[in-house]
């Protein structure tokens, strides 16, 4: 009989030590889950007007800050939702700006970084419209014209990353020769 104890002893033994290896198995796979879940960063915000009502629709582009930054296969761009909301996810650990295109924002040239939230206020910006002739008057039609910003409204130089959107900021003559922005 004592031999049969040692034997039912040595099992149990045998047994548990199998569980315990199985649950630290578990325990180390899901704390990697957790660590990998953990380096998936985002940055989140929401574009508002002056007024404080959200911007639905707002074009909110992601902007590496660094040396890399120039390449444009980091930068992300994003639409706000109805509720001004936008979200960037899986992105990398470093410093970002945020733009809001075609709008004048407070927020320009801050840094961020992921796992913020950010609420940015826009400032609503005017029309231009023009009509492109030739010497006899008559309408140019389909002419690109291209507007560039000089300057921001405080007279303080813009950032370099206002280059990019410039030349997507074109419109294209109609019929009658005219355009606008």
Do not use: W
């Not at 031999?3 to 290896?21: K, N, P, R, S, Y």
């Not at 796979?29 to 959200?54: C, F, H, Y």
């Not at 961020?112 to 950010?118: A, F």
């Not at 231009?128 to 030739?134: A, L, S």
Request: proline content about 4%; some cysteine.
């Amino acid at each position: 009989m004592p031999g049969a104890a040692a034997l039912l002893t040595l099992l149990v033994f045998l047994f548990c030590e199998q569980d315990a290896t199985a649950g630290s198995t578990l325990t180390a796979t899901l704390g990697e889950q957790a660590n990998a879940a953990a380096k998936v960063k985002s940055l989140r915000g929401r574009v508002i007007d002056g007024a404080g009502r959200p911007l639905a629709g707002a074009y909110v582009t992601l902007i590496p800050v660094g040396a890399a930054s120039d390449l444009t296969n980091e930068r992300q761009t994003v639409r706000t939702d109805e509720d001004g909301a936008f979200s960037f996810e899986a992105i990398a650990d470093r410093p970002y700006t945020v733009m809001v295109f075609g709008f004048e924002d407070s927020d320009a040239g801050q840094y961020h970084l992921p796992g913020e939230s950010m609420t940015i206020q826009v400032e609503k910006g005017g029309v231009i419209t023009g009509r492109v002739t030739n010497a006899d008057g008559e309408p140019v039609v389909g002419v690109q014209v291209l507007a560039k910003c000089v300057g921001a409204k405080d007279g303080k130089p813009l950032l370099a990353s206002h280059d990019a959107y410039e030349f997507s900021r074109s419109r294209m003559t109609d019929a009658r020769g005219i355009y606008r922005f």
